[in-house]
């Protein structure tokens, strides 16, 4: 697409994102296939397309509105229009930027604004979120419908293997996951023990900077990036071979660090040393898949049937689509059909809060499209999706990763 920008953009970090971004879109309309909020909201300006053209308004000097900034919120940033599109546009990128400069010019009301503080401070610090988890689950009983769903139930981690073997590898615990499932990192550190590889964590990290950054907040963003960047350096120079995520959400971020911190002289070249480290779980699974496949048990019977949700920041984000699928037959579980694969559950960090009403709608399909099959277990690869998913339904939620920990472990039937 021919583009002019506005001389304000000119020479500025968002203004060379969306110049290069804008001039790849060739406006075919292929990405509005497989946009969820296209599908529920049928209107164009809530699609890819609609949302690249409001965009390239504004950079071209048009004043946003309050109904820019709606269509440019109520994207899941699913990344889904990335995966489909032929002609290579980076829309995560454009969004970010676009998102930035409508921000500045139209800001938030007061109430959106508290709103959006609160989720922030209190989604990405683990001990405040800790104990506000402790109080709800409490108080559960108490609780009316519509919130006892969104807090879900104590869950014990299991045993965490003390560190035994010469291979390491470092995990992000994360914020909202050592509280909800603290299970999740101790299955994944088990199965690593299994392999030779002792799992270890560094309390000085602390979140990704999703929250932040999907937030609009970029400064906070970028500072939890640095503090983890700083905690993280000196286990790779002391040799440890990965950092491993087990949500894919904070994975897409982390491995993003490089170019988030591009422009800072201090940081750039560790960011993207960082980033380069950095695998999701099913990576660092899939590479010792021979060792794997003979510890499994020869027959996991009956199999159990499973119904794979691939998180949009596992199979759009960091386009590893169908390793876990595979990975997870050739150990001998059944997975069920499973309808729109590629469409988003709706959970999106915090888009469920924030757009409930097209997030319950999405989750609803997703579902329908995930019980088709009656399996008697959903699992997936981001705590976000876990949570969202589980709220509506009654069949179990579950990281594939404690899957396997119980397979490993003879613990399935
Ligand atoms: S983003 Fe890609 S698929 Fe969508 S209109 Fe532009 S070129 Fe076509
Ligand atoms: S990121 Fe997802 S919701 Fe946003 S425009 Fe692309 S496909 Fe649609």
């Known amino acids: 697409m021919q583009t002019s920008l506005a001389s304000q953009y000119r020479n500025t970090p968002e203004g060379e994102v969306a110049e290069r971004v804008l001039r790849a879109c060739v406006h075919c309309g292929f990405c509005l296939a497989t946009c969820p909020t296209y599908q529920v909201l049928g209107s164009e300006l809530d699609s ?29 940033t699913c990344r889904a229009c990335e995966t489909t599109c032929p002609s290579g546009v980076e829309y ?69 293997p003390a560190p035994r ?29 299994r392999l030779g590889v002792s799992l270890v964590a560094d309390a000085q ?48 971020m982390v491995k993003d660090y490089g170019w988030q911190l591009r422009h800072d002289p201090v940081y750039a070249e560790k960011a993207a040393r960082i980033a380069a480290a950095t695998k999701d779980i099913s990576e660092v699974l899939v590479a010792e898949r021979d060792v794997l496949l003979r510890l499994v048990p020869n027959a996991i ?7 794979w949700h691939p998180p949009c920041t596992l199979q759009h984000g960091q386009q590893l689509g169908g390793d876990i699928e595979a990975l997870l037959v050739a150990c001998g579980f059944e997975l069920t059909p ?54 509506g339904s009654h069949v179990p939620v579950r990281h594939w990763v404690e899957l396997l920990d119980a397979a490993l472990a003879g613990q399935l039937n």
Not at 51 to 64: C, N, S
Not at 208 to 235: E, F, K, Q, T, V
Not at 301 to 307: E, F, K, L, N, Q
Not at 352 to 368: D, H, M, V, Y
């Open 48 to 76: 890819p397309r609609g949302r690249i053209y409001l965009m390239k308004q504004v950079f071209e000097g048009a004043t946003p509105t309050a109904k820019t900034q709606l269509h440019l919120d109520r994207c899941l």
């Open 92 to 160: 995560g990128r454009l969004l970010d930027a676009g998102r930035a400069v409508v921000e500045q010019a139209v800001g938030r009301s007061a109430g959106e604004a508290v709103k959006r503080s609160a989720l922030k401070r209190g989604l990405s610090n683990p001990a405040l979120f800790n104990t506000a988890l402790k109080l709800g689950q409490t108080a559960r009983g108490l609780l009316p419908g519509f919130l006892k769903d969104k807090v879900p139930a104590a869950d014990p981690a299991g045993t965490w």
């Open 165 to 193: 073997h010469a291979r390491k590898m470092l995990v992000l615990e994360g914020c909202v996951q050592p509280a909800i499932k603290p299970g999740i990192n101790a299955a994944t550190a088990r199965v690593l023990d």
């Open 205 to 252: 990290a602390g979140c990704c900077g999703a929250l932040a950054h999907h937030l609009n907040d970029h400064s906070d963003a970028l500072a939890a990036m640095r503090r983890n960047i700083d905690a993280w350096l000196p286990h790779l120079d002391a040799g440890v071979e990965a950092i491993v995520m087990t949500a894919s959400g904070c994975g897409v």
């Open 301 to 307: 019977s009956p199999a159990p049937r499973v119904a």
């Open 338 to 391: 499973v309808a729109d694969k590629h469409l988003c559950c709706g959970s999106a960090g915090t888009y469920s809060i924030l757009q409930p009403e097209i997030a319950g709608e999405l989750k609803t399909r997703k579902l329908a499209s995930l019980a088709a099959g009656q399996p008697e277990v959903i699992a997936t690869a981001n705590i976000g999706c876990l949570t969202h998913l589980q709220s």
